[in-house]
């Protein structure tokens, strides 16, 4: 048994004082069998789990939940992303999951009624007419344009909602600030979408990192009419930014940055070089007009090599003087891969979301992580906008 999600925090504090005052108003009515009354043990063992778990999750709770009831959620803006958000939901449901998609919400009527056609669910048009017609969501992705991020998630925050927040977080860091804010005052689970952490690949590459020194990564993708709401730094930049802020775990020392728009008003292509305090130097490049997809993440740190693909989920270990691994052309280095086991990223992203509003717990990518990310982000924007101002870019 577990704390289901909450509607608000207070409900918590009403179980458990509804525990207490029972208990005590029982004694006072029968004093002479207090000690053997199992409806007493009851109440005060009802109350003092309440409190346990409370203290233990540091997130309310209101009912017990048992491990197989259905999480009823839904999917806020189902354009390209939010389709696939409804579609994981929709396959953990037709797989056992204790998961239930009841609806999907879109200002594009026509559009919710296709997606909730294809997913079996109901559509509507607004948050407000969701939760009208569906009091019983516990959570939902909100996938719409990252401008209305802050005014979708806050709503839902405000209801006693859990959110998975697709990235980038927010538009700007004030946004952010409120959106982490909201999430605190409603005491919900809010988790940020950076799927690339649970990309199985980089889940992996965790354990084996000691003091990496120096990384080189490229995100590269063909061009599409998505996401143009923002420019490549946001888009697609910031997966890599987040994943080698918490292979890295130190402070910035300095940011370089170039790029350019090619085909959008945005920009479409860019490169940045960050200095961290620890001495570690990441160079990035993404590219959404690139020929080909490619997603790679390299690193150096002492002694070792380590190789990424994103895409395969596989991850090479060159380790010089080990003794674990395959012999390679040189006698003195050893390949290894560690094991995994593939799944789609996106799939176990959602599932550790569910997990986290079944639970009571802690998101592994919590709000602040994305507030980090986008801080970072915003700064290569800036240091774009600099160098293109030295070289009289912007006429």
Excluded: W
């Excluded at 069998?33 to 063992?45: D, E, K, M, W, Y």
């Excluded at 009208?132 to 992705?141: C, D, F, L, Q, Y």
Aim: aromatic share 6%; with cysteine; hydrophobic share 45%.
């Amino acid at each position: 048994m577990v704390i289901s999600s909450t509607r608000t925090g207070a409900r918590c504090h009403a179980g458990l004082c509804a525990g207490l005052s029972g208990a005590i108003s029982f004694r006072l009515h029968d004093s002479e069998s207090i000690f053997n009354s199992l409806r007493f043990v009851r109440a005060i063992r009802y109350a003092l789990f309440l409190l346990l778990v409370s203290a233990a999750h540091g997130l309310p709770g209101e009912r017990l939940l048992a491990s197989e009831e259905l999480i009823p959620v839904a999917v806020i803006g189902v354009g390209a992303f939010g389709r696939n958000h409804a579609r994981i939901y929709h396959q953990l449901q037709q797989d056992g999951a204790a998961v239930r998609l009841v609806g999907v919400v879109d200002t594009d009527l026509s559009r919710a009624d296709v997606i909730a056609r294809e997913f079996r669910c109901r559509p509507s048009r607004s948050i407000d007419q969701l939760l009208a017609t569906h009091s019983e969501v516990r959570a939902a992705s909100v996938a719409v344009p990252t401008m209305h991020h802050l005014a979708a998630a806050k709503t839902l925050m405000q209801a006693g909602v859990d959110v998975l927040i697709e990235k980038p977080l927010a538009p700007s860091l004030a946004e952010a600030d409120e959106l982490i804010d909201a999430a605190k005052s409603a005491g919900v689970v809010a988790q940020v979408g950076h799927l690339e952490r649970f990309n199985p690949a980089v889940q992996a590459t965790m354990p084996l990192i000691t003091r990496p020194m120096f990384f080189e990564v490229h995100r590269l993708s063909v061009f599409t009419p998505r996401s143009l709401d923002v420019d490549v730094v946001l888009d697609l930049m910031i997966h890599d930014l987040d994943a080698v802020l918490a292979f890295v775990n130190s402070p910035m020392k300095e940011i370089r940055a170039a790029g350019l728009p090619i085909l959008s008003n945005k920009v479409d292509i860019a490169n940045a070089r960050i200095e961290f305090e620890s001495g570690c130097i990441a160079n990035f490049t993404a590219s959404r007009v690139s020929t080909e997809r490619v997603r790679n993440l390299r690193f150096f740190q002492p002694r070792q090599y380590i190789s990424i693909d994103y895409g395969r989920q596989d991850v090479l270990v060159f380790t010089v003087g080990g003794n674990e691994g395959s012999p390679s052309a040189n006698p003195e280095i050893k390949v290894s891969k560690p094991p995994i086991t593939a799944e789609e990223p996106l799939k176990a992203e959602i599932r550790a979301f569910l997990d986290s509003v079944r639970c009571r717990k802690a998101p592994l990518v919590p709000l602040e992580d994305g507030q980090r990310a986008l801080s970072v982000a915003l700064e290569v924007l800036s240091q774009i906008e600099e160098h293109a101002r030295k070289l009289n870019l912007g006429g």
